[in-house]
């Protein structure tokens, strides 16, 4: 595939859990991978990311709230969502964390919060 792929997204109560997945192109297996979201006139900001060995770091605003990981073996992302607020409503997507990210966004997944 050409484009990050992301699913998971719905809505949910404050306080809520959600799992947001996210296949990976083949050809970034290794690299770094975030999580970006976008709130209703908002900009595009990254929330969470994780290199190709796994390490991981957070925003402020998602940090012991969310928490990202990766399969590379099965080429996919995923990002665990829980004590949610309506705050974190906003279209999220995934893509390498990489100055050539700009080819490969996909349509993202809508999350909302209902407060």
């Known amino acids: 595939q050409a484009q990050f792929v992301e699913s998971g997204g719905g809505l949910v109560q404050l306080g809520g859990s959600l799992r947001l997945s996210c296949s990976v192109p083949n050809i970034f297996s290794e690299y770094p991978v975030a999580w970006y979201r976008q709130g209703p006139g908002q900009e595009r900001d990254v929330v969470a990311r994780?290199?190709?060995?796994?390490?991981?770091t957070y925003d402020d605003s998602v940090k012991g709230r969310f928490s990202i990981s990766r399969d590379n073996m099965k080429l996919m992302v995923y990002l665990d969502m829980t004590s949610l607020k309506p705050e974190d409503t906003a279209v999220y997507y995934c893509?390498?964390?990489?100055?050539?990210?700009?080819?490969?966004w996909g349509q993202g997944t809508q999350v909302t919060v209902s407060s």
């Open positions: 994780i290199s190709g060995s796994g390490i991981r």
């Open positions: 893509n390498v964390d990489h100055s050539a990210r700009g080819q490969y």
